[in-house]
């Protein structure tokens, strides 16, 4: 199948009842791991590579290996620019063959990150889904943080979204970036967020939150949820046990064969876990 825009992974979930995954790779064992997970499950999901990875090899290296691996894949999949943050990174990403987009200008006031997000939009081809971000996600991602911290206000959500023209509204409801095993959404202001939105939600930190929460998020809108930090872990972990089972391990492909087992194992877990009846 190959890759599919943001917008028909959208479509097809919000058709089907599906909460789609999102999930960061920055190499082959990532992207693999991924991959293989979603082969097993059958569900429509963004792979996706934020600025702070992408400079590890470029976004042209990033399309190429993802779109390879989906070449005979028969799952819509989107490959998703994850927090750009500048105009600069939607160009190139869009220019590298990326299909859809996030315009993270969150750590800006209300108008600049309106005037931000239209400018991505433009930016954007119409079918290519467009996420944006109002409030302001805590924790940290890649060791970065955001300047301040701030949930998402019901009040501002309607005009935010017709003025950006988004497809897909990230939210601040209590989620953290990062693993943070102690963090629960606050479903309340979720829900009072979904009534006022007219486009489906998005929440980033997925890694942290506990599985019944994650379990119910397609009855509050949300299309989308991002998974970075248990991939991660799943691949140091491994190449550290090996290590210390063997400081003079040099197999170097069984141990990356091995790390790409776990990262499935993570992947289809959380897939799982957001689509009980899967």
């Not at 479509?11 to 995954?21: D, I, K, P, T």
């Not at 590890?56 to 399309?63: A, E, K, M």
């Not at 955001?146 to 005009?159: F, G, I, K, L, S």
Request: net charge negative; charged share 20%.
């Amino acid at each position: 199948m190959g890759l599919v825009s943001g917008l028909e992974v959208i479509e097809q979930c919000m058709s089907r009842g599906l909460v789609a995954g999102a999930f960061n790779t920055t190499n082959i064992e990532t992207t693999m791991g991924i991959v293989a997970a979603i082969e097993n499950t059958g569900v429509p999901t963004f792979i996706q590579v934020a600025p702070t990875n992408a400079v590890l090899s470029g976004y042209d290296y990033i399309y190429d290996m993802v779109s390879r691996r989906l070449a005979a894949v028969d799952v819509p999949v989107a490959l998703h620019l994850d927090h750009g943050r500048t105009l600069d990174d939607v160009s190139a990403s869009l220019a590298a063959g990326f299909t859809s987009i996030m315009m993270d200008a969150s750590g800006h006031d209300y108008d600049q990150n309106v005037s931000l997000s239209q400018q991505a939009r433009r930016l954007t081809p119409p079918r290519y889904a467009l996420e944006v971000e109002l409030g302001s996600i805590g924790g940290k991602e890649d060791d970065l943080g955001p300047e301040r911290e701030a949930t998402t206000d019901p009040a501002q959500v309607a005009a935010f979204v017709e003025a950006t023209g988004c497809q897909m509204l990230a939210v601040s409801v209590g989620n953290v970036h990062g693993y943070a095993p102690d963090v629960r959404i606050d479903m309340d202001l979720l829900r009072r967020v979904q009534e006022a939105s007219a486009v489906p939600l998005v929440i980033h930190g997925g890694s942290g939150l506990p599985a019944e929460q994650l379990g119910r998020l397609h009855e509050y809108g949300v299309v989308k949820v991002n998974v970075a930090s248990d991939l991660r872990n799943a691949m140091i972990r491994t190449f550290g046990e090996a290590y210390v089972a063997n400081p003079k391990e040099y197999a170097l492909i069984r141990v990356s064969r091995a790390a790409v087992g776990a990262i499935t194992d993570v992947v289809e877990s959380r897939i799982r876990t957001l689509n009980p009846g899967i």
